[in-house]
């Protein structure tokens, strides 16, 4: 969440975001330099990321067996892939769970063990994390026949063909993981790098879902660019570009781990926030749209957006009914003659009667 208190904050926003000089790039590729004024904690947050960042990049195998299989988890580490689990056929399932492998390397004897299962639910788990079998008995065309008919991806003798299985368990890591890099980018949007409308609706029905089991409230900040059309028509659909672009450096410049920004689609973007109430969110919507109203777009000057604050469990406890407080106080904020906050009237306020 962005500095609550201050306004030396709007300050450290006000100068050129650190990706403006390179247009092409997007914030999420961009090093943000700025982030840091806005969240003293953050000093040591680059190393960190970066530490975390390269034990990501590893592969991570899990191996069920009942057996030693010496070599094997040394000639994976050369090749970069660590093993996060070796556990029998009947922890499996536990093991699975923690330690979110990108492959499962299983001994075919493992005690407890029900290869078709395994492989069933591992299609299952994750959107399909490949197993593939590794035992004792020869690979001949029989044993490599059942291990695919069974579900996985092949049979390897061991030891006389580990150095085939570590490469294929290659292959199968490099698979899953562009997997998930591509269902990563199918919740991004192309022009901001933040969350799309798509990812935004998962975060919300998490948040929402978070208030009902653990009482933590919310709020949802809709925001939309003030006569974006008139700056197309004057400047260039570009340079309408580049204010969009902007914005979107500055909302995810001012975020907590915990909240989300989002393009929901055009010139329209959303803030969730998680743990903050709606007065909280109010003020906080106010010191936004002042500092955004300060900002320049290089080749356009300045640029004023409508804000709609909606809290839960204040103006809506269901993500829908949330949504729809915070797009009608948008909607006031532009009727009240934009470059304003709108704060969602309490729920209670709108029953008939009441
Ligand atoms: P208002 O203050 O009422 O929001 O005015 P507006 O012009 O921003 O809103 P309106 O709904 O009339 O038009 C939306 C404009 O936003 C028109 C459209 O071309 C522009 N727009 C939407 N998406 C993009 C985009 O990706 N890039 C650019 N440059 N413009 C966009
Ligand atoms: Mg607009
Ligand atoms: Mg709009």
Redesign the pocket.
């Known amino acids: 969440m962005f500095n609550l208190d201050a306004a030396p904050v709007a300050q450290s926003i006000l100068g050129p975001a650190p990706w403006f000089k390179t247009p092409c790039a997007p914030p999420h590729k961009q090093a943000s330099s700025d982030v840091t004024l806005l969240r003293p904690d953050m000093a040591t947050y680059p190393e960190k990321k970066l530490v975390e960042k390269a034990k990501r990049s590893r592969g991570r195998v899990l191996i069920v067996t009942d057996e030693a299989q010496p070599g094997l988890a040394e000639l994976l580490e050369a090749k970069s892939i660590d093993v996060v689990g070796v556990s029998t056929g009947t922890a499996a399932i536990i093991s699975l769970q923690r330690s979110r492998p990108h492959l499962v390397i299983a001994n075919p004897k493992a005690t407890g063990l029900s290869i078709h299962e395994l492989a069933k639910m591992l299609e299952h788990s994750d959107n399909g994390i490949p197993l593939v079998l590794a035992g004792t008995e020869p690979s001949n065309h029989d044993n490599r026949m059942s291990a695919l008919s069974e579900g996985a991806f092949d049979y390897f003798e061991v030891p006389s063909e580990l150095d085939l299985l570590v490469k294929r368990s290659e292959q199968l890591i490099a698979l899953r993981r562009k997997i998930e890099e591509l269902r990563a980018d199918a919740d991004i949007d192309y022009l901001t790098g933040l969350a799309n409308r798509r990812r935004f609706r998962v975060a919300l029905v998490r948040e929402v879902g978070r208030w009902r089991r653990y009482g933590s409230p919310c709020a949802l900040l809709m925001l939309?660019?003030?006569?974006?059309k008139q700056i197309n028509d004057r400047f260039g659909h570009p340079a309408g570009d580049l204010v969009i672009r902007q914005l979107a450096q500055t909302l995810s410049g001012v975020l907590r781990d915990n909240d989300t920004a989002a393009r929901l689609g055009g010139?329209?973007f959303a803030l969730l926030l998680a743990g903050i109430d709606i007065e909280k969110a109010g003020s906080a919507a106010e010191r936004l749209r002042d500092v955004i109203s300060k900002m320049i777009v290089e080749g356009v000057g300045r640029i004023t957006v409508s804000i709609g604050v909606a809290g839960c469990p204040a103006s809506g406890t269901v993500d829908r009914t949330l949504y729809s407080a915070a797009d009608e106080a948008l909607y006031v904020a532009k009727n009240g003659g934009r470059n304003r906050v709108a704060v969602a009237p309490p729920m209670q306020e709108k029953l008939p009667g009441v």
Do not use: P, V, Y
């Open positions: 939309d660019i003030d006569h974006l010139e329209e």
